[in-house]
């Protein structure tokens, strides 16, 4: 049973360039969110996706976007990049249902991001 | 607002010693809250869960958590370490807003160093 993979694993831009990392949610799993975690902190709630929609958001700028396709894959989207979004960018999947939604996260390996 | 503490940066133990890590955490209502590890260049793995009922929840790996309203802590636990328990170690606690299902807070962590 595969988990949740990302990709890519590391990449390097520079400032003002853009980004896009891409999540595939552990099987069986329709519910993905991406978090960002700064080096020596833990993560930080980026966003979202349910149904292919946004459906809660951190304090992030507008700068950063997602997308979720109809197999339940997603797209985390970074423009005008800052040396300050250099991080690790950690993506979340699980099963939602109605009334269960006590449930735990499922993490993938992460997509280092370092910005120059 | 949701908040975790993690009040130590490091712990250090030798192997077969009890360890204990310690999380506080500050909830409007009912606290949901979990303990995730990670260890180098890697995404974040469960451990396990606080939701409703016994104070005392067991985990993956050996570890155990104790839940305590009153003091408003979620101490993780293992009666014996071992050298390959060395990581970090992150608390969290469900965002309590309707919809708030994918959204943990995240304490800073605590790195745990087990000596042989």
């Known amino acids: 049973d595969a988990g949740v993979t990302q990709s890519p694993t590391h990449l390097i831009k520079t400032r003002g360039q853009q980004v896009t990392l891409r999540c595939s949610p552990k099987?069986?799993?329709?519910?993905v969110s991406w978090y960002q975690q700064a080096l020596g902190q833990g993560p930080q709630f980026i966003f979202q996706y349910y149904e292919e929609e946004e459906r809660q958001r951190g304090n992030f700028p507008d700068r950063f976007s997602g997308h979720q396709f109809p197999n339940y894959s997603s797209e985390l989207n970074v423009n005008a990049l800052l040396l300050g979004d250099s991080a690790l960018y950690l993506c979340?999947?699980?099963?939602?249902?109605?009334?269960?939604?006590?449930?735990?996260?499922?993490f993938g390996e992460g997509s280092r991001l370092t910005v120059l | 607002a949701q908040s975790v503490a993690q009040p130590e940066d490091q712990v250090n133990v030798a192997e077969g010693n009890p360890l204990t890590v310690k999380c506080t955490y500050s909830v409007s209502g009912n606290p949901y809250l979990f303990w995730y590890v990670q260890y180098p260049n890697r995404g974040l793995q469960f451990l396990l869960k606080?939701?409703?009922?016994?104070?005392l929840v067991k985990g993956s790996y050996g570890f155990e958590a104790e839940f305590n309203k009153s003091q408003t802590s979620f101490h993780l636990k293992k009666p014996s370490a071992l050298v390959s328990d060395s990581a970090l170690y992150f608390c969290?606690?469900?965002?309590?807003?309707?919809?708030?299902?994918?959204?943990?807070?995240f304490g800073a962590g605590t790195r745990l160093a087990v000596h042989p």
């Open positions: 606080y939701i409703t009922g016994d104070n």
């Open positions: 979340a999947s699980r099963f939602w249902r109605e009334g269960q939604n006590t449930g735990e996260l499922f």
């Open positions: 969290a606690v469900r965002d309590s807003l309707v919809g708030g299902y994918n959204k943990l807070i």
């Open positions: 099987s069986g799993h329709d519910t």
